[in-house]
């Protein structure tokens, strides 16, 4: 009777209202469940573990950028919409021969600079805990605080015999949003923006008034590898450079509070100077709007790699017990109407993985001058740049911390090094990394040996090996693996990161984006198109101009 009178009671429910009826059978399923482990499982649970998996399970079934952050775990979310965090203000990387966190990068003007840490210390203890056998994400975590709260760490560094101790006080660690702009040749301006979390916006105007006082005619806007941040700060940004009333971005959702209309609300700072925006892979969601706006009002002229393809926006919700949650509620379209969407998490495969939108299933969008762009797939440049792939061997040597290594200890021979245009590594400096290497008995995988072992193995179960054995055998011989060649071969991309890593270690962010801009493919077109004032005006006109 029981049953029946439940099934009864259930069949009311579901024909209520059959989606209120599915969560709530779910969530009281979910939660017994958890009772039920609690009581009779063999083990004893740890509910706060357990379930956080659970929840996180569930989410990651979505997309990448629904998340949930627990009360005492709120410091990523505060560095996302904040872009400043309580900490030290330092980058620590892995050391796999040590099997402890160094000190990667500190920050300019951070704790961990001032109090005097440099790269390449090798973290030992916190509070005289010692920190062997933690991972990075555990230092990290330990290291980071509440702001004004203090603790010693201490570090052993390379060419000293004792271990060092720092009383350090954790501050709101604000990274630096613009780390560098300049004037270039021919009176170009280059800005160099990192992030648009914060306040971007105020320092980008301030920064662009700058060399608007030095004079520059044209601009730069470096938008690589930045991740995006706040939407609004992307529409203040565009604004500077676009009438006052142009709708840049329209989100579209499931209730009507994710549906909105962002349009220019200010007038403009410049609506005549040349643009070139920077952008590739790593540039994606309030950077896209930025660089996908301009492109699509033919503002500005798109150098570089496709970008990332985020096309969906997130808001918090608050949650119980301090909880907070941060979820997609919304596509955006930037102003051709075109969402740069590139992975459908909506539809996935049988396997639960997900991939690109093929650029075959994309659909024709058009610039407010009728230039051709497409949706689906991040922001095509309107100048693409082939990017050069770095050698098989500089990959091996910064995976084994060799240049990393060689960089400390440059720094411990040279108190100062010269202003970051001006420095070079040298040939003695580089003959010196080369027997460093040497001494190490540095190994590294050749794909050129792999390829021609598995052409080899296939050739004489096809019975080709016979016939083909003399020149399989000359070819080893030229395929041979020969350290001091490669070296040598491969000299100038392993000199720049050499350089990179060095000039860091003196002049911070601002020092290494310095260096990276003395050979910059994607700068030098950008500078070919805005020094060339008929080929810019071309190329952001409608088709029938261009012909």
Not at 207 to 234: C, M, P, Q, Y
Not at 333 to 352: F, L, M, T, W
Not at 379 to 401: C, G, R, S
Request: hydrophobic share 35%; net charge negative; glycine share 8%.
């Amino acid at each position: 009777m029981m049953l029946v009178l439940g099934a009864v009671a259930f069949w009311g429910f579901k024909s209520g209202d059959s989606r209120s009826f599915q969560i709530a059978k779910n969530l009281d399923v979910f939660n017994s469940i958890v009772k039920e482990l609690d009581l009779f499982y063999v083990d004893t649970i740890n509910p706060d573990k357990t379930i956080r998996e659970g929840i996180d399970a569930m989410l990651y079934s979505l997309d990448p950028y629904t998340e949930y952050y627990p009360e005492d775990d709120q410091s990523e979310l505060e560095q996302m919409l904040k872009n400043s965090y309580g900490g030290i203000g330092s980058i620590i990387t892995w050391d796999a021969k040590l099997k402890r966190s160094v000190i990667a990068e500190p920050y300019e003007g951070m704790p961990a600079a001032t109090s005097g840490l440099k790269a390449g210390d090798v973290l030992m203890a916190i509070d005289g805990k010692d920190l062997a056998g933690k991972n990075n994400q555990e230092v990290s975590e330990m290291l980071r605080g509440q702001v004004g709260t203090g603790f010693k760490l201490t570090v052993q560094r390379p060419g000293t015999e004792k271990p060092l101790d720092f009383d350090i006080v954790r501050r709101s660690i604000q990274l630096p949003i613009i780390p560098y702009y300049t004037v270039l040749d021919n009176q170009i301006g280059y800005i160099n923006l990192s992030t648009f979390s914060g306040n971007p916006s105020k320092e980008f105007k301030q920064a662009f008034l700058d060399l608007k006082k030095k004079g520059i005619t044209s601009l730069v806007i470096d938008l690589r590898n930045n991740g995006g941040g706040l939407l609004d700060e992307a529409i203040e940004i565009a604004n500077f450079f676009l009438p006052r009333g142009k709708v840049l971005v329209t989100t579209k959702g499931k209730i009507k509070q994710a549906s909105n209309t962002y349009k220019t609300l200010r007038e403009p700072l410049d609506l005549d100077i040349p643009l070139a925006v920077l952008v590739n892979s790593s540039t994606a969601s309030s950077s896209e709007i930025l660089a996908g706006s301009l492109q699509d009002l033919d503002r500005a002229v798109i150098v570089g790699n496709r970008t990332f393809g985020k096309g969906l926006v997130q808001t918090t919700r608050m949650l119980p017990y301090g909880g907070t949650m941060k979820l997609t509620t919304s596509k955006y379209y930037i102003p051709s109407g075109r969402c740069v969407q590139a992975i459908d998490y909506k539809h996935r495969n049988e396997d639960g993985s997900v991939g690109r939108i093929p650029d075959s299933l994309t659909t024709v969008f058009h610039t407010a001058a009728g230039r051709e762009v497409r949706d689906g797939g991040g922001v095509t440049p309107d100048i693409e740049v082939k990017q050069d792939k770095l050698p098989n061997i500089l990959f091996y040597l910064v995976n084994d911390n060799l240049i990393f290594n060689y960089a400390t200890q440059y720094c411990l021979k040279h108190a100062t090094i010269a202003e970051p245009e001006k420095f070079v590594i040298t040939d003695a400096d580089y003959a010196d990394f080369k027997e460093m290497v040497k001494k190490v008995d540095f190994k590294y995988d050749q794909q050129t040996e792999k390829i021609l072992k598995s052409l080899k193995e296939m050739a004489e179960f096809e019975g080709y090996l016979t016939d083909a054995s003399k020149e399989f055998d000359a070819l080893e011989k030229k395929l041979t693996h020969n350290l001091d060649r490669d070296l040598d071969y491969f000299s100038k991309d392993i000199k720049n990161m050499i350089a990179l890593e060095i000039v860091k270690r003196y002049y911070y962010q601002r020092g290494a984006i310095i260096e990276q801009l003395k050979d910059d493919d994607d700068l030098k077109k950008a500078v070919e198109i805005l020094t060339s004032p008929e080929e810019y005006r071309k190329m952001l006109s409608s088709p029938e101009v261009k012909e």
